[in-house]
């Protein structure tokens, strides 16, 4: 059990920074919460001394759950989320759209499956090269076609590409080139103060709710241990190691998908 409650927390940190939190931001939100959600363990005492301890431990447990599934829900800001052109000299001044990169915005949005690809069916994709926001002339103005997904730090982007054209290639000359004025591709705009403030709520109430269980589990093992006889040191031994055995298990899981296509970390 507590190497469960311990799986998700190392992934917070780079969940906040998707969410366009800086570094200093997400340093000062782990800084300020221990201390924000100190009073948590004694008021569970308090509340478990008079209506017992199953209730605080129930209570807790459900709170932690639903503060896990309110970082979700948490809005994004709008930092570093831009939608993006790539284009290819096609000779002289004429240039070939390559492909098209854009941000999904809302926690709904990335967390739906086939998004990037309403929007090729929607026909958004069909007229790129009428919103760029540079100088170049666009001869060929392909249909683009929608990729993959991609999973990145600073959030889930959809990349579509031209069917005819190939990237990569070390031999061509290639541009980047912002999408302004799309009416759906578009930049992630979001309030900062939203974001901080709704992931310290999200972080303190998470991390309080946990500590609550924690404190309460350690005093039903002690209790448990006692009344059958057992050596408490030694539970706490395989707990301690269970829970840094969680700990490795999302670095597995961020290897992967940093290496996929798949949208569903």
Request: aromatic share 10%; charged share 10%.
């Given at each position: 059990m507590f190497s469960g409650f311990i799986i998700p927390y190392p992934y917070l940190s780079l969940q906040a920074l998707s969410l366009g939190l800086t570094l200093e931001e997400v340093s000062v939100i782990n800084a300020v919460?221990?201390?924000?959600?100190?009073?948590?363990?004694?008021?569970a005492g308090l509340v478990g001394d008079n209506f017992g301890y199953r209730y605080v431990l129930v209570s807790a447990?459900?709170?932690?759950?639903?503060?896990?599934?309110?970082?979700?829900?948490?809005?994004?800001?709008?930092?570093?989320?831009?939608?993006?052109?790539?284009?290819?000299a096609s000779g002289g001044t004429s240039y070939s759209?390559?492909?098209?990169?854009?941000?999904?915005?809302?926690?709904d949005e990335r967390l739906k499956k086939g998004a990037c690809q309403a929007y090729e069916s929607s026909g958004a994709l069909?007229?790129?090269a009428s919103f760029l926001a540079c100088n170049f002339t666009v001869t060929e103005d392909y249909k683009l076609q929608v990729m993959k997904t991609i999973e990145t730090l600073d959030g889930t982007f959809c990349h579509a590409t031209n069917a005819v054209l190939e990237e990569g290639?070390?031999?061509?000359?290639?541009?980047?080139?912002?999408?302004?004025?799309h009416p759906e591709l578009q930049p992630c705009r979001g309030s900062w103060r939203a974001t901080f403030y709704s992931y310290l709520i999200a972080k303190t109430v998470y991390q309080g709710a946990?500590?609550?269980?924690?404190?309460?589990?350690?005093?039903v093992t002690m209790r448990l241990a006692k009344q059958h006889g057992s050596d408490f040191s030694a539970v706490a031994v395989w707990t301690q190691l269970a829970t840094a055995a969680g700990a490795l298990?999302?670095?597995?899981?961020?290897?992967?998908?940093e290496t996929g296509t798949d949208s569903s970390l």
């Open positions: 919460v221990p201390f924000i959600s100190l009073p948590a363990s004694p008021l447990m459900t709170v932690l759950g639903a503060a896990s599934t309110s970082f979700l829900y948490v809005p994004i800001t709008g930092t570093g989320h831009t939608p993006r052109a790539l284009l290819v759209l390559v492909s098209a990169t854009w941000p999904l915005c809302s926690s069909d007229h790129v290639s070390a031999e061509k000359i290639y541009f980047s080139c912002e999408i302004d004025g946990m500590n609550v269980v924690f404190g309460v589990l350690d005093g298990v999302p670095a597995f899981i961020l290897e992967d998908g």
